[in-house]
């Protein structure tokens, strides 16, 4: 079993529609959760930071942890097709390295 | 603010042959990165470096060498590319000081390797 589990998608969705990404992940000693987003042929890029469990909130994105059932989520509200992207969850147990999930394709469809 | 450079952006390289990745970033931070990226595998850690003089394994570390002579500057070295290590590649920095691992990208350089 991977330590973070992705489902690869691809996920489409309309204009406008709520999206919800999610991750589950193995480790409890994972203390740090974060989404990137990567357009195509190019780097990721950072969303959302938390270290806690409950709710984040950063203009249409909302990331989630539940660290009791090992389950992260990215809620996207009114999506854009400039939200068509692949969005990763990556988890650090505060050493050295992140643990990425495999991302998730998205297209938000006008 | 250029963030983090990476060249060269794509390179078609002959099974056998040396090559070095260059990687840069001007935001001062202390540690840095070097990620592979394959379809179905993810992002995965090669090498990293904590602070300038030190270096470490990441989870796929064989094939490759880096080194870290000051905080700007990170060199990903192929000492002789095989076909398995055609795939895009990542370096990233974060600012360790600060108590978080919050990652920041380069744009990748695309490597085939035949």
């Known amino acids: 079993q991977k330590e973070v589990e992705q489902d690869p998608g691809p996920l489409s969705v309309p204009e406008g529609a709520i999206v919800s990404l999610n991750c589950t992940y193995s480790?409890?000693?994972?203390?740090?959760f974060m989404w990137y987003r990567q357009y195509s042929r190019k780097g990721p890029e950072l969303l959302m930071y938390?270290?806690?469990?409950g709710n984040k909130e950063d203009g249409r994105f909302t990331a989630q942890v539940d660290k009791s059932s090992k389950y992260i989520s990215l809620f996207i509200r009114d999506s854009q097709p400039s939200d068509s992207a692949t969005y990763l969850c990556?988890?650090?147990?505060?050493?050295?390295?992140?643990?990425f999930g495999g991302g998730t394709r998205l297209m938000v469809k006008p | 603010i250029a963030g983090i450079t990476q060249a060269p952006t794509s390179q078609i390289l002959a099974a056998g042959r040396r090559m070095t990745l260059r990687c840069t970033q001007d935001?001062?931070?202390?540690?840095m990165y070097w990620y592979r990226q394959d379809l179905g595998l993810g992002l995965r850690l090669i090498h990293y470096?904590?602070?300038?003089?030190?270096?470490g394994k990441g989870e796929v570390p064989d094939g490759y060498s880096v080194s870290r002579a000051n905080t700007d500057d990170f060199p990903l070295t192929l000492a002789s590319a095989v076909p398995s290590q055609t795939s895009v590649y990542f370096c990233?920095?974060?600012?360790?000081?600060?108590?978080?691992?919050?990652?920041?990208f380069g744009p990748g350089t695309r490597l085939t390797v035949l």
């Open positions: 990233a920095s974060s600012d360790r000081t600060s108590g978080n691992n919050e990652q920041f």
């Open positions: 935001m001062r931070h202390n540690a």
């Open positions: 470096s904590n602070t300038a003089g030190t270096t």
């Open positions: 480790n409890s000693a994972f203390q740090y």
């Open positions: 990556a988890i650090d147990n505060a050493g050295n390295m992140l643990t």
């Open positions: 938390t270290y806690s469990s």
